[in-house]
């Protein structure tokens, strides 16, 4: 019953969100420049053309009856055409979902498995050289800016080496109607350098907290306990230390991953990487409203859907959590 | 605490201030205030710049009698110029937006918390609508409905970075209202203001500390993402992201100077903030000192 509660009231808060988030953002993109003027040929169009095309887009209408028109739109589960490209916008979003959700998938698998490495090797000698290493590298990583991160991979993997290709996504394989990169040599190369980018902070994020949980609880009772019983120090790190640091290191897993696929729109945009960040900063500049809506709306559901992942697993992770909720 | 231990705190903050990292900050701040006397061209006035100067490699000598001791842009502006320029933009900027936004999280924060009830509960639901969104996102949405201009992009990032302070100080408010002092207070005939600002406040003020030069780290880099996608201040006043930006295109012909050093610049900064931020957060918070 109590779970009932916790649920049913996540669901009214992420609803709420996503009403005020849809309102506000509705509000920003209609008060920035007149998406008409992207869309009929400026040097030729008569007044009377950009008159119709107005009228058409129902943009003559004031902005309440649009929000309405938008809603009422999106409860048949539509957003609309794309002013540029159109197609259903919604559809152009899901196109571009599995570019995103493969940078971003391989960013954070490789960022969790290389952080709590580090921040296991740092944590089980505090105040050693591999220690100290790790602490201060790890704020210098998490202090690139990633725009400039990710043009420095450019300058140093791809223009003055030759090794990994600047841009793009390379050839890509069909896979349940979707394209996929990882699956072809091409394609991997082409990864190489935007996963790169989008990992590194998130490696140096993930050892600094693994670091810091396993400092903690090697001082505990427990370790002490499994040392005195004779056990390997491999099997006390894999088998009680790893579990007990486990729930902030998905916590920021699952955050990251949410704040991955809105902030991969940097990433994507330096590497040409056709996902769904770069529709949303391609859609905001040639202000094709239907699709920035989209998108937003999209990545906002995620972001809400995967804290509420990381609150169940919590659950699931720490028995603890389970008596308390 | 007596006032032996007090003296050998301070004594201690101030010894533990001066590191590498605050003697770095401090340069470049200075280098940020001295900007127009240090630089050897003002990048913002169009007079001053050749433009048939414009890509020079670094070290290339200026028709103006002064080295491009880092190359020129692709309008001819000089890259050392622009870095300080810049410098100061993304000062201003950060540091303002983030001291405004923790005034503004601090008096919610407390306010919330003494008052209670309704006016905690639309606060707080203000603040957990805010804060289960990506920075990046609220940024971004806030930046597009406000247009670009210095001025709005603080306002952006005031936008995005209230709600973190509000949330910190409401929780260490909490525990402060429920204290004897604060019934003390409040039976004296003393305005609920007065009351706030004067007692409340003062003792909860401490995570809002701790918090601020990781929020300003923060605000530099977002303010600088922002400038690279086009979004943030204008391009006749170029900040270091901006500066970034322009360099882009043509870092992919070999014309790496432009972006590599205002990046830099922008690097350093912000990590010579996160550092000075790690000591405050040392000195301020002993539970953190493991981290």
């Not at chain 1, 109590?2 to 849809?22: N, T």
């Not at chain 1, 003027?37 to 004031?62: H, S």
């Not at chain 2, 406000?146 to 306002?155: A, F």
């Amino acid at each position: 019953m109590a779970l009932f509660k916790v649920i049913s009231g996540r669901l009214y808060q992420a609803f709420l969100l996503l009403v005020v988030m849809s309102l506000i953002g509705f509000v920003g993109i209609h008060s920035v420049g007149n998406p008409v003027y992207n869309i009929v040929n400026i040097e030729t169009a008569t007044p009377d053309d950009i008159r119709r095309a107005t009228e058409l887009l129902g943009l003559d209408q004031p902005l309440w009856r649009q929000y309405l028109v938008f809603v009422q739109n999106l409860a048949t589960g539509s957003f609309g055409t794309s002013y540029i490209y159109h197609l259903p916008a919604f559809e152009l979003v899901l196109s571009k979902l599995s570019a995103t959700i493969e940078l971003a998938a391989f960013a954070i698998l490789i960022a969790a498995a290389a952080g709590t490495g580090l921040g296991l090797l740092a944590g089980t000698r505090p105040g050693t050289l591999v220690d100290r290493m790790v602490v201060i590298v790890t704020v210098y990583a998490l202090s690139v800016p990633s725009f400039w991160l990710s043009m420095m991979l450019v300058l140093f993997g791809a223009v003055m080496t030759g090794w990994f290709p600047s841009g793009g996504r390379g050839s890509t394989v069909d896979l349940f109607g979707w394209e996929w990169s990882f699956l072809t040599a091409d394609g991997l190369k082409h990864l190489v350098l935007p996963v790169l980018a989008l990992a590194i902070p998130n490696i140096a994020l993930i050892a600094r907290l693994a670091r810091a949980g396993t400092v903690e609880v090697q001082r505990a009772d427990f370790v002490r306990f499994c040392l005195a019983k004779g056990l390997s120090d491999r099997h006390i790190l894999f088998r009680h230390t790893l579990p007990n640091i486990s729930l902030p290191i998905v916590t920021i897993v699952g955050l990251q991953f949410g704040g991955m696929l809105a902030f991969a729109m940097v990433v994507e945009s330096i590497f040409a990487w056709p996902g769904v960040g770069k529709l949303l900063i391609d859609s905001i500049q040639l202000l094709d409203r239907p699709v920035v809506m989209a998108t937003l709306t999209f990545v906002a559901i995620t972001f809400v859907a995967l804290n509420a992942i990381v609150d169940l697993l919590y659950a699931v992770l720490d028995p603890r959590v389970r008596i308390s909720a | 605490m007596t006032i032996m231990t007090s003296l050998r705190l301070s004594q201690r903050r101030i010894r533990g201030a001066l590191t590498l990292p605050n003697g770095i900050l401090a340069l470049f701040v200075l280098a940020a205030i001295t900007a127009p006397v240090l630089a050897p061209q003002n990048p913002y006035d169009m007079l001053q710049i050749l433009g048939w100067e414009a890509s020079s490699p670094p070290g290339t000598m200026s028709g103006n009698g002064y080295r491009y001791l880092l190359g020129t842009d692709g309008l001819g502006r000089d890259i050392a110029s622009c870095i300080l320029y810049g410098l100061r933009i993304s000062l201003v900027v950060s540091v303002v937006s983030a001291a405004a936004a923790a005034a503004i999280g601090l008096t919610l924060g407390v306010v919330a918390a003494y008052f209670g009830r309704w006016v905690d509960a639309v606060i707080m639901r203000a603040v957990d609508l805010q804060l289960s969104l990506p920075t990046m996102l609220v940024a971004l949405i806030a930046i597009v409905t406000l247009g670009p201009g210095v001025d709005r992009i603080i306002l952006a990032l005031i936008i995005v970075q209230w709600a973190t302070y509000a949330r910190v100080v409401r929780s260490v408010a909490l525990s402060e209202a429920g204290k004897p002092y604060v019934d003390a207070v409040r039976t004296m005939p003393l305005s609920h203001g007065r009351i706030i600002l004067r007692h409340l406040l003062p003792n909860s003020i401490a995570p809002a500390i701790t918090l601020l030069p990781i929020e300003i780290g923060h605000a530099v880099a977002l303010e600088a993402t922002l400038s690279f996608l086009g979004l943030g201040v204008p391009m006749d006043q170029p900040s270091l992201g901006s500066t970034v930006a322009n360099g882009f295109q043509y870092l992919l012909t070999g014309q790496y100077w432009i972006s590599l050093f205002p990046g830099f610049a922008l690097f350093a900064l912000i990590a010579a903030i996160n550092f000075a931020g790690e000591d405050i957060r040392r000195l301020w918070d002993p539970r953190s000192r493991s981290l």
